[in-house]
């Protein structure tokens, strides 16, 4: 009598031992298909695998071998018969140290070693598992691997399917994602900028200022001392100067960088929204700051050494004329706007098309000061509503002090910024 003892592979992955196929390769004159306990514990173990089609088939295997169950020792395939064995082989295991108990293929040798020896038949283990037959080799017992012919077919599952139709719909929404980024006008990920004219420095020039000022308005009045109306005026015109020497040294410090929305995918951008950040000691301006009306004086009017400089230039009307070209310019870019932290500004663009580029509005910055000229770098990350992660990268900036007064006037106070 020859005794076949099927791995649970078997029944996993392959036609079931009642199907005429088998009959081709397996000797069933006086032979036996013997089940033993750690196949049955597996297969009831598979029955809650998280993959659905192992489970199916282990769902099956075990309704099978149930159905088997009354009928044991009746004829499967031309003579061939179903037998359980399920005592558990812990004398074997006992006794051979080379075998584990915890290891389920050593359980199945030792459960087939204990059959034989109470049995006396000759044994061949069915398994497609090369482990197993590799130790069953060891132990000196045959093994027999089914050949391909005998496989399930690859049926798939509900769930399967499903996720080949998933993969399918997201790999077809990657191709067509569009890939966003920022560059420089000219294209490239680096743009150099020029400040200046520096002023000469000369921490006494307001000072000097009022006092010239107040001389004047003495030498106009013919007295000595100045009445009250005329020391609130001074007053007054200090702090004009110096708020008109810190507008000016902000115009002066100011520097725009023109910047360029790019879409190198396969679809259209929609509803972007760029973020800049930066590190350095750089301020955003919306406009340049306006040089106010120096105050009422009680003598006549006396044009200061600020004004005399300034006033050919009414850089406080122009930023409202360069907002409404930049609307004109970019109907489909909106910005710059204060970003949501400090040292950042944002631009909005409706839509891009893919394989175009989207002029931005002029981005006016100002360093806080001629010492604090630096080098730095832009920051930047891209949002959109149909990409899934923002896309992220950085723009160095160069600044340098070479700009004269006439490039500072064409370039900050007459030019259009857009």
Partial sequence: ???????????????????????????????????????????????????????????????????????????????????????????????????????????????????????????????????????????????????????LPDTKTDEEREVEQLRRELSSHLDKTPVLGLASASGDSHVHVSIGPRPEAADDRIPQAVDEERRAILEELGQDNCPPAIEQYLNEFKEWLRISESSYITQLCAFKISLKLTNSGTSRGEHVQIVLTWDAPVSFLSSLPEIPDPPRKPTAARTSWLSQLVDPF???????????????????????FDGPIPHSARFEVDSIQHHLEEPLPNLLLAFESFQKAQDFSLHYEIHAANIPHPTKGLIGVTGDMNRDFEAFVDEVVRTDPA
């Fill in 1 to 151: 009598m020859r005794a076949l003892f099927p791995d649970t592979n078997v029944f996993l992955h392959f036609l079931r031992l009642d199907d005429q196929a088998w009959t081709e390769f397996l000797p069933t004159e006086e032979c036996e298909i013997v089940v033993v306990s750690t196949v049955v514990s597996e297969l009831d173990e598979k029955k809650q695998h998280p993959n659905s089609k192992l489970r199916k088939r282990a769902r099956a295997a075990i309704e099978w071998l149930l159905s088997q169950r009354d009928v044991n020792q009746e004829t499967l395939l031309n003579g061939l018969t179903l037998r359980f064995h399920m005592d558990e082989p812990h004398s074997t295991l006992k006794e051979s140290p080379n075998l584990d108990p915890d290891c389920r293929d050593d359980r199945i040798i030792a459960s087939v070693m204990e059959y034989v020896r109470g049995q006396g038949t000759h044994s061949t283990i069915l398994s497609n598992d090369a482990g197993l037959l590799l130790k069953a080799e060891s132990a000196g017992i045959e093994s027999f691997r089914p050949p391909e012919s005998l496989l």
């Fill in 314 to 336: 009414p850089t406080g009307r122009l930023p409202d004329l360069r907002r409404i070209a930049q609307l004109a310019s970019h109907p489909n870019a909106r910005g710059p």
